[in-house]
């Protein structure tokens, strides 16, 4: 399963035999737009909101592209991890 191996990367716990069922279970709990976005993010330089496309942006955010969120309001302690086998952080990130 090359595509799988591209979304979600190496997986070295559970065989390819495994990914329809986790797949099956997803996403769980949470809305389509979630992994979207996720995959949004990672493609671009930004951290934006959705990108709904210029016209959905528009109607959204009142511009034709995503506003960057603004981090100066994050107020709780926030740590970020990174591991030496972790494909989707990097150290240069």
Same mark, same amino acid.
């Given at each position: 399963m090359m595509a799988g191996s591209r979304i979600r990367g190496p997986f070295r716990v559970y065989g390819d035999e495994y990914l329809p069922v986790i797949l099956a279970h997803s996403p769980a709990g949470t809305s389509v737009h979630?992994?979207?976005h996720y995959a949004? +993010?990672?493609v671009s330089t +930004?951290? %934006?909101?959705y990108n709904w496309g210029p016209l959905g942006n528009q109607n959204h955010y009142g511009q034709p592209t995503p506003p960057a969120y603004n981090l100066s309001h994050v107020t709780a302690p926030t740590a970020l991890f990174w591991g030496p086998n972790d494909w +989707?952080? %990097?150290p240069e990130v």
């Open positions: 979630t992994p979207v949004q +993010l990672y +930004l951290f %934006t909101k +989707l952080a %990097t």
